[in-house]
């Protein structure tokens, strides 16, 4: 079954999957699971539903290497063959997630050891010292005879390299893994001395003098020094990476032009050890998984939020929801079902935002395990199931969205985000445990989608002239290049809104000499002269010279204007008669700072006139109908996804087609509700 190749032909990889002319459909395919009797009917309805692509062998490693060095392989052939016949696309994976019992048995050292001390143990998944040489070497190995078989393999579309790198497990504390971290800091600082300098060792009296003095930031009695912490998350991502890094390259040399991915999962609700800036550079084509809070409150803002940081972290180019559910999850304190129509919305809603398809875990609903309860495709409850007569009608819808493929999404404004400085500003003894950069970015960002306004992520160093509006809602940490970045920006006349704790410390989680914030002094025009956190359940009122009053809570400040103008002041507090909200002109542009807590109907007056400096004009549309435009070579696609239960009528510039119906439109649309439409313009 193996397809040869020339060591010559190393043709560049694509950034979509090979073969595939439409938008992506279909989902996590585990036939090892069923008797070889069902995958004809699985092939059967799979075509029925306009499945375009499967991904295929996840979760192998078991079947296919089932003691080292002894291989079954005849299954996945047939298994190819089969999906090929039937014009279905393989995002083949690499099984490096789960090694087989086998592995551990030979290689017990290989299983991660918690901060604690605690070694896990075989069982569940993902659970893996990235750091250990005898994982490195086995899953290189599986990953090599993966691309020697299959590497030319007509049905190949995409490699799918390992599953959601950074969970469960992301950091290990075992020996093996201090030896990488000693050999990280050696390549990042050079000398021991250039580290002490870094880490501020004379604190406490951590002064080291050689490397092998170093640990992992290990549980200690007290604090444990906050830069090493920082350190260590930097080094477990690159770690991680590293091992992707090698199995991308096996298959980039095997598997010429075919193109390999990864599957992340960017939403801050899902996984925090990946620093996915970095991470989007490596992969051919960015794939995301996301997943509701199914008990939260409007959760397709985090839907939305989860895409808009995926695309971004794609660069801005189209990318693909590689996992999505149909329904409940099995793993959240209480799994509540999708109502029906949230299926197709949620899934329009990341094509929305630039994702070229819609995937789903799984395609048929196992039996056995710990996913179970988990929805699928095709449920327990078979083909007679409401979930399986949604399933066949988006496959229809993304059908007839074949025209949106290669088209871009338009930005109104950019938030900036640095998992780094998130890493960093939640270690501990900071100023209030009531701060969490997390919630600051969802609530700035549930403001700016309240207005109707689509979002670019950026990091704090990248450019962005293109943004009349940038939104700072948690940057605990900034370097030096970041600060002259926001500077530029404002001056050259972009508005900036910032939140409290931000610019606080450098890239070393050292504070810069002189007052707080000292990367933000300049641009915002003032100084903190102190933090003054609340107490539990504490608020604050603030007013403004027109009357407007708004309350916030968890945090307050002693703000000192250098060139500032108050906005809004404290009415009470600790702050009380001090500036709580400021607005300074520099250059061309303005900087507004926002000194307190200020949620939903409380920060909305706030955006409101840092929009109104940006020249973001009020958008008449309902609350909770969402709407995204995509521009392409042929047209503009106007996405408007009703989550509410009012049918909602949209003002059109012009005539179009809506594509879902096929129904002409001239001057307005309606989209139903709980419905989604897409309406086709011309440029």
């Known amino acids: 079954m193996e397809h040869p190749l020339s060591s010559e032909d190393s043709p560049t990889p694509a950034s979509w999957p090979l073969g595939l002319d439409r938008l992506a459909y279909g989902g996590d395919y585990n036939p090892e699971q069923w008797p070889e009797e069902i995958w004809e009917q699985d092939v059967r309805l799979m075509r029925e539903a306009g499945v375009s692509m499967v991904s295929v062998g996840i979760f192998s490693w078991a079947l296919l290497e089932t003691e080292r060095g002894e291989y079954d392989f005849g299954w996945l052939d047939r298994l190819l063959d089969l999906l090929h016949e039937n014009g279905i696309r393989v995002d083949l994976g690499t099984p490096t997630v789960v090694p087989p019992a086998w592995f551990y048995r030979e290689h017990p050292e290989a299983l991660p050891v918690s901060r604690e001390g605690v070694r896990y143990e075989f069982g569940g998944r993902g659970a893996i010292c990235h750091s250990s040489p005898a994982y490195q070497q086995a899953a290189a190995s599986i990953t090599e005879q993966l691309g020697r078989r299959y590497g030319r393999h007509p049905a190949v579309a995409l490699w799918h390299v390992h599953n959601e790198y950074g969970v469960p497990v992301s950091a290990c504390y075992c020996d093996a893994s201090a030896e990488h971290f000693r050999r990280w800091l050696a390549d990042r600082y050079g000398t021991v001395k250039e580290l002490n300098e870094a880490w501020g060792t004379t604190f406490w009296g951590q002064r ?9 930031p290990r549980a200690t009695p007290t604090a444990c020094n906050p830069a090493q912490q920082l350190d260590f998350a930097r080094f477990t991502s690159d770690a991680i990476l590293e091992n992707f890094k090698r199995e991308r390259d096996l298959l980039h040399r095997l598997s010429p032009g075919v193109p390999v991915t990864t ?35 409007r959760n397709h803002i985090n839907l939305a939020m989860s895409a808009d940081l995926t695309r971004s972290v794609a660069g801005g180019r189209p990318w693909l929801l590689l996992e999505h559910s149909t329904g409940a999850v099995n793993w959240q304190p209480r799994n509540i079902a999708k109502v029906p129509g949230e299926l197709a919305r949620n899934s329009l809603a990341h094509v929305a935002r630039g994702s070229e398809g819609a995937m789903f875990f799984q395609w048929r609903a196992s039996r056995y395990g710990a996913e ?21 009608a988006l496959g229809a819808d993304l059908g007839s969205l074949r025209a949106v493929r290669g088209s871009r999404v338009v930005a109104d404004a950019a938030v900036l985000w640095d998992w780094q400085s998130w890493w960093a500003q939640k270690l501990e003894w900071r100023p209030t445990m009531d701060h969490d950069a997390r919630e ?73 000499a002189g007052p707080h914030p000292g990367a933000l002094r300049d641009v915002l025009g003032l100084t903190v002269e102190e933090f003054a956190p609340l107490r539990a359940g504490e608020t604050v009122r603030l007013r403004d010279g027109g009357g407007c009053e708004l309350t916030g809570d968890v945090w307050s400040e002693f703000v000192v204007p250098a060139g500032a ?8 507090g600790p702050a009380a008669g001090h500036p709580a909200v400021t607005r300074h002109s520099l250059g061309d542009g303005a900087a507004w700072y926002v000194s307190s807590r200020l949620t939903g109907a409380q920060l909305d007056p706030v955006l409101a006139r840092a929009c109104a400096d940006a020249g973001l004009a009020e958008r008449q549309i309902p609350c909770d109908v969402e709407v995204v435009e995509r521009v392409g070579e042929h047209g503009r696609y106007l996405f408007a996804i009703n989550h509410t239960s009012a049918d909602a009528v949209l003002p059109l510039a012009g005539p179009g087609a809506e594509l879902l119906t096929g129904v002409p439109t001239d001057g307005s649309v309606t989209v139903p509700a709980n419905s989604t439409r897409v309406v086709q313009l011309p440029r």
């Open 208 to 216: 080291y003098n050689r490397w092998g003095d170093i640990q992992p």
């Open 263 to 297: 599957n992340f999962m960017t939403a801050l609700s899902q996984c925090e050890s990946l620093d996915y800036w970095a991470w989007g550079r490596e992969v051919d084509l960015v794939t995301n998984d996301h997943y509701l809070i199914a008990e939260a409150d």
């Open 372 to 392: 179970k309860f988990h929805s699928t495709m095709l449920p327990h409850a078979g083909t007679e199931s409401r979930i399986w007569r949604e399933v066949v």
């Open 440 to 512: 600051r970015a969802d609530s700035w960002y549930a403001a700016l989608y309240d207005r109707h306004l689509t979002v670019d992520f950026a990091h704090p160093e990248a450019d962005l002239s293109g943004y009349p509006l940038v939104v700072v809602p948690a940057l605990y940490l900034m370097t030096e290049a970041a600060s002259r970045n926001l500077r530029e920006y404002v001056a050259g006349g972009g508005t900036l809104a910032v939140s409290y704790f931000s610019g606080i410390v450098d890239e070393n989680d050292t504070v810069p």
């Open 565 to 572: 103008e108050p906005v809004w002041s404290y009415l009470d």
